[in-house]
């Protein structure tokens, strides 16, 4: 499968503990996304890389929450002492820029649930 | 990025054509129209987008508006597996991401 990868795929944590989740883009994208859906609505953005380096940051994005993509393939996103309001799906998508046009291809998502 | 309006719900019987509706009456010059769907537990999808002319590919075509204030979404032979959220997006060039509505919920009638 060459689509874009996560996991886990489901999550359950207890308040206050960390988790990490793991995005693998599809090979030779330069652009990845991560986004949070909660139930009922769409996709909000939270942030995205260029390669590497981190371009912007959505105000959702707390200080409780950090993304990295060291090698400019695989990402994570890590939660630090989550909170019940940090249940959501996150989903992560690549893109490969050529122009003004770009399609970004979803993961499957990891649903994150908080007790 | 222009603000889009979709009806929450619609129903179609399969092998018919549907067509979904979209208005973005504040749309600016240099902002195209996108669509996305997500079908239940999966990631968005992309369909198709467009600036001026209508587009068609293997999955839809996109009729906009000559002023381009509103668009419709045309899945000519639905089937089952059409049925799935559909969101409109407006996003102009240069803006990485896409901001999603509540979409509308598609489901198809066999």
């Known amino acids: 499968d060459t689509g874009v990868s996560q996991n886990p795929r489901h999550k359950i944590t207890k308040r206050g503990q960390n988790v990490t989740f793991r995005c693998d883009p599809i090979?030779?994208?330069?652009?990845l996304y991560w986004y949070r859906q909660t139930l009922g609505q769409g996709p909000e953005f939270l942030t995205y890389f260029q390669n590497e380096a981190q371009l912007e940051k959505s105000r959702l994005l707390s200080d409780r929450f950090s993304a990295e993509r060291p090698k400019g393939s695989f990402s994570t996103l890590e939660i630090q002492r989550t909170e019940q309001g940090d249940s959501a799906m996150y989903l992560c998508a690549s893109s490969l820029v050529q122009g003004p046009n770009t399609e970004a291809f979803f993961g499957q998502g990891t649903r994150l649930t908080v007790v | 990025d222009a603000k889009t309006t979709q009806p929450p719900s619609m129903d179609c019987a399969e092998g018919r054509a549907a067509n979904l509706p979209c208005n973005h009456s504040?749309?600016?010059?240099?902002?195209?129209v996108y669509w996305y769907r997500q079908i239940h537990s999966q990631g968005p999808q992309y369909i198709i987008h467009?600036?001026?002319n209508n587009e068609t590919n293997e999955m839809a075509s996109l009729i906009i508006t000559e002023d381009r204030k509103s668009s419709t979404l045309i899945l000519p032979h639905a089937t089952l597996r059409d049925t799935a959220v559909y969101y409109c997006?407006?996003?102009?060039?240069?803006?990485?991401?896409?901001?999603f509505g509540t979409g509308t919920r598609l489901t198809i009638i066999p």
């Open positions: 090979s030779e994208h330069n652009r």
């Open positions: 504040t749309i600016s010059g240099n902002e195209y």
């Open positions: 467009g600036l001026k």
């Open positions: 997006i407006v996003r102009y060039f240069g803006n990485e991401k896409l901001t």
